[in-house]
């Protein structure tokens, strides 16, 4: 008999740059299910791309596109105004490019999840999803779109049939909308790794998580977000999975949950 619970757990990776290095990539995966790499856009670069994708082949995890807007020097993390028909475009460029390193190693892409700023402006502008969604859907409508639970990204991919995961940020305070608390205020960002792993556990289990301001809301997500960027990062990763251990929770990559 398997699991009660299964849950994957997503990282952003593949984003160092030349001689500029950023994260810990090879440290990282061997401790997640789905990596998200880097398309060259926000950050990467062709030789990043090809390395990152065959250090998650060796490791066994599955792969998907973190497509960004074209903004090297703002980490992708500028609100940028475009139309749809331009967002549209480079979600097809950097899919395809990313895709070129994957299909040479026979790793098949996974899923894609938009970076920093293109992820929160398409949880919010409906347009914006859309034009993310038809990208998607065209390059190959078999992909997973990891968005904001709640969010238009996630209704968008829902109404076109996409197939689609929510993630839940286990270090980062909910409004009572279900949205992120915005970086800028306290209390946004959680520091008590007790707390963060306690309400992972009773978000996978519950299917609810308590708010900045005290209420509880439900918030039914299938991957959670985890960064490794430095040490400390990467101890909290190792007591996430073995809080779920001891929580009869599995790891498992998208495609076997959604």
């Known amino acids: 008999m398997g699991a009660l619970y299964k849950i994957d757990l997503n990282s952003d990776l593949g984003e160092s740059f030349g001689n500029y290095k950023i994260g810990r990539d090879e440290d990282v995966i061997p401790l997640i299910s789905s990596a998200n790499i880097a398309c060259g856009y926000h950050a990467s670069d062709p030789v990043v791309m090809d390395r990152t994708v065959r250090i998650a082949k060796e490791a066994g995890i599955a792969a998907g596109a973190h497509p960004g807007y074209p903004d090297l020097m703002g980490f992708g993390r500028r609100n940028m105004a475009v139309s749809p028909s331009e967002a549209k475009a480079y979600v097809l460029y950097q899919l395809g490019a990313l895709d070129a390193f994957m299909k040479t190693i ?115 997500c299938r991957s959670v977000c985890v960064h490794g960027d430095n040490e400390k990062a990467l101890a909290f990763v190792r007591r996430i999975r073995e809080a779920f251990a001891a929580e009869g929770i599995e790891i498992a990559p998208l495609h076997e949950i959604v």
Request: net charge negative; glycine share 6%; aromatic share 6%.
């Open 106 to 220: 026979g790793l098949p892409m996974q899923h894609v999840k938009p970076h920093g700023a293109f992820y929160n402006m398409a949880a919010k502008d409906a347009a914006l999803a859309e034009a993310i969604c038809e990208a998607v859907k065209e390059y190959n409508p078999e992909l997973i779109i990891l968005a904001l639970y709640g969010g238009e990204l996630e209704k968008c991919a829902r109404a076109m049939g996409l197939r689609t995961a929510s993630e839940f940020f286990a270090d980062r305070a909910y409004e009572d909308d279900g949205s992120l608390v915005n970086r800028r205020l306290e209390g946004a960002v959680i520091h008590d790794e007790e707390i963060a792993i306690a309400r992972t556990v009773k978000m996978i289990k519950e299917k609810k998580v308590t708010t900045i301001h005290g209420t509880e809301i439900e918030l039914d």
